[in-house]
């Protein structure tokens, strides 16, 4: 790897910033825009272990955030789609949607799907703190098993 890469990578994993890095990257990665966290909490947790659990808990707390800013961002557009008219895909994920309400926010972890399901909860006005709730408990499930799996069943990582 190239000298200045490795100074960054292991400037980003000081406590001070790696930490706050993670929990940037995290915010960023639970809004709609296209990008992961778990590789900023995988490099920090492997450059320092001890750093694990603290990892674990900045990295869904700003993930759980910006899942709640997505949240918010499908509230306020609420009355603006409100007379568009829908496929019947869309009614039915919909229906599906308000009969599990809040629970479904424990998807919200799922690639692709996750960060718009947050949405679609704010957009269908489904109550903000149970939902809240539930994407915090599978953000928090996914960073702990991803970052042990990564850690202890791949500790060498892999090659493609």
Known sequence: ME????????LLALPQFGLSTVFVVSF???TLLPMGSEPAVFGLVKLNAALFWPAILVATTGNT??????WAMGFATQKALAGRARSGTH???LRW???LGPKACLLSWLPVIGDPLCAVAGWLKLPFWPCLWFMAI???IRYTTMTALLLWVFPGGWTW
């Open 91 to 93: 009614a039915r994920a």
């Open 138 to 140: 599978g953000k928090f």
């Open 28 to 30: 960023v990665s639970a």
């Open 97 to 99: 949607l308000q009969q």
């Open 3 to 10: 000298a200045w890469i490795e100074h960054l990578i292991a």
């Open 65 to 70: 955030l910006g899942g709640a800013l997505t």
